[in-house]
């Protein structure tokens, strides 16, 4: 007390503060997912509140033992502190909300950052593949979208034999789950036998990107016997393309043409059905994506034309690859 008055109580900014530096730092909230987004008002602990930042909206999921997860949008400052820990299927989609997972509260399929996260004693097997807890080394877009619930047409985390990789996931054709595995756009440009197997593969939404030395094991991710393959041209806003199913046995990386064709090719848009047939591709060699046409005028799936550049028919401004296993 000084000159007959009492110290002015602390300011809620300065409570929040106070609360952060009680915090360990392995028990703060941690970011998870690229899908941003909320859970339902009945998963809430206390009604929405505002807080200055997500590390005080962190501090407040701490001072309640039923908080397992927090949401928080840095446009409006709303802080919801969650009950449990979010899942695709549990989540409404928006872009300024952050998700973050308090550690050591999720459970089978919920989001997470760190095996230790992953606390459901009846999937023993769990660790955080993708973000996710899962007994799954690898977590394709086909799993995201078929077992998890995520939309698609949107970068996502994924997991490859156990390394958390980025994929940029897709719909087409009323088919979820096409796994992003080469973009090219303006033609050969700088590509070359070299980066066309990685490029930004950090980045799957980036104009030139590549991640053809993971394509492989992508297609062998799945139980069945065949893998999907999706190819896409854009020019303007005119979009065609093809897809068609191809055995698990053969590679994507080819180095040489085989006499043999596969039928099964649904065409998509205005390509001559003549001239859009996928062939059975060798295991053997390593080579990246192209559509060339033979003296036959058929066209062949493969992925350096015999110049070893990659083709892109300066007609078109892009080419996409997908994988469906």
Not at 58 to 85: E, K, M, P, Q, W
Not at 191 to 213: A, F, G, H, I, K
Request: charged fraction near 15%.
């Amino acid at each position: 007390m000084a000159g007959g008055r009492a110290c002015d109580p602390p300011s809620p900014r300065l409570l929040l503060l106070s609360l952060l530096l009680l915090i360990p730092p392995s028990r703060a909230c941690m970011e998870t997912v690229l899908q941003n987004g909320t859970m339902a008002d009945a998963e809430l602990v206390v009604p929405q509140l505002t807080v200055p930042s997500s590390c005080a909206c962190c501090a407040l999921c701490h001072h309640h033992d039923t908080c397992s997860s927090i949401s928080f949008n840095a446009v409006s400052g709303a802080c919801r502190l969650y009950s449990s820990v979010p899942d695709f299927s549990r989540i409404t989609v928006d872009a300024d909300s952050a998700l973050f997972v308090r550690p050591g509260r999720s459970n089978h399929l919920q989001f997470c950052r760190h095996d230790s996260d992953c606390v459901d004693p009846a999937a023993a097997g769990d660790r955080c593949h993708g973000r996710v807890c899962t007994d799954d080394l690898t977590v394709t877009c086909r799993d995201l979208a078929e077992t998890m619930g995520a939309p698609m047409n949107d970068v996502y985390y994924g997991s490859l034999d156990g390394v958390t990789t980025k994929y940029y996931c897709a719909s087409h054709s009323g088919i979820d789950g096409w796994t992003l595995i080469s973009r090219m756009t303006g033609g050969k440009g700088s590509w070359s036998r070299t980066n066309m197997m990685e490029q930004n593969v950090d980045s799957p939404d980036n104009p030139t990107y590549s991640q053809l030395s993971r394509a492989n094991d992508l297609s062998l991710a799945g139980v069945d016997t065949t893998f999907q393959i999706l190819v896409l041209f854009t020019k303007g806003t005119d979009q065609q393309g093809f897809y068609g199913t191809v055995p698990v046995q053969q590679s994507l990386e080819v180095s040489a043409y085989s006499p043999d064709y596969m039928t099964s090719v649904t065409i998509i848009g205005s390509i001559n059905p003549t001239k859009a047939v996928l062939p059975w591709m060798p295991s053997a060699g390593s080579a990246l994506l192209s559509l060339i046409p033979d003296q036959g005028g058929k066209y062949f799936f493969t992925v350096l034309n015999i110049y070893g550049q990659p083709y892109l028919d300066a007609g078109k401004t892009t080419a996409e690859y997908f994988v469906r296993e």
